[in-house]
Nanobody
Framework: QVQLVESGGGLVQPGGSLRLSCAVSGSGFSINAMGWYRQAPGKQRELVAGITSSGSTNYADSVKGRFTISRDNAKNTVYLQMDGLRPEDTAVYYC?????????????WGQGTQVTVSS
């Protein structure tokens, strides 16, 4: 069974930093692409950053230069370092995983962690 456990959200002032973590548990599958999405009230869920199994990354234009996604394959964990936070970054952040079993692949989501940027 695949499980994703997120941590690291909270309340931070504008210009501050937070680091989100997403730990993957389970066995018998490969961890392929991972990513972070966010959903603000009244808005659609959007991709924030993604990272492939080989370490290639992509970012939403709105977070480029401020957020950094990384992964520790030994710990089966993906991170999102968020610097220069802005009020518009306020949202629930979700970890996303593509897990593989040979030719099959399935998508999984974490439970979400709230990030609030406010003075």
């Amino acid at each position: 069974q695949v499980q994703l456990v997120e941590s690291g959200g909270g309340l931070v002032q504008p210009g501050g930093s937070l680091r989100l973590s997403c730990a993957v548990s389970g066995s018998g599958f490969s961890i392929n692409a991972m990513g972070w999405y966010r959903q603000a009230p009244g808005k659609q869920r959007e991709l924030v950053a993604g990272i492939t199994s080989s370490g290639s990354t992509n970012y939403a234009d709105s977070v480029k230069g401020r957020f950094t996604i990384s992964r520790d394959n030994a710990k089966n964990t993906v991170y999102l370092q968020m610097d220069g936070l802005r009020p518009e970054d306020t949202a629930v952040y979700y970890c996303n995983l593509y897990a593989g079993w040979g030719p099959r692949e399935a998508r999984y989501w974490g439970q979400g962690t709230q990030v609030t940027v406010s003075s």
